[in-house]
């Protein structure tokens, strides 16, 4: 697995996850910074261990609960983080899986 697939994955999820945070009402520096921060968290974990052979649905799981978390944590003012990382992570997951049977 190359630094590129990394760097891939992050920024695709970050060009699709930051947007979906803002369309669902974050809109503070803070909070946008929070949702890129907890993408930077779980992404590379996630892509790693898919990598390594673990099936994704656990890892998917994982991230949005680490996600939520970090929404809750940290965040300002965001409604619903347990949903918020679900969609969010729903939205960027079918994508890429789109793109990856598209590429």
Known sequence: MSLSTFAVSLGLTLL???????????????????????????????????????????LEAAA????????RACGESVRCPLLLALCANGWSYSIG??????F
């Open 16 to 58: 699709l996850e930051v947007p979906f945070a803002w369309v669902w009402g974050l809109r503070s520096r803070h909070d946008l910074t929070v949702a890129v921060l907890a993408n930077g968290l779980t992404n590379p974990a996630v892509v790693l261990l898919h990598g390594l052979g673990a099936p994704v649905l656990p």
């Open 64 to 71: 949005v609960a680490v996600e939520a978390l970090c929404y």
């Open 97 to 102: 899986a789109a793109l990856n049977l598209i």
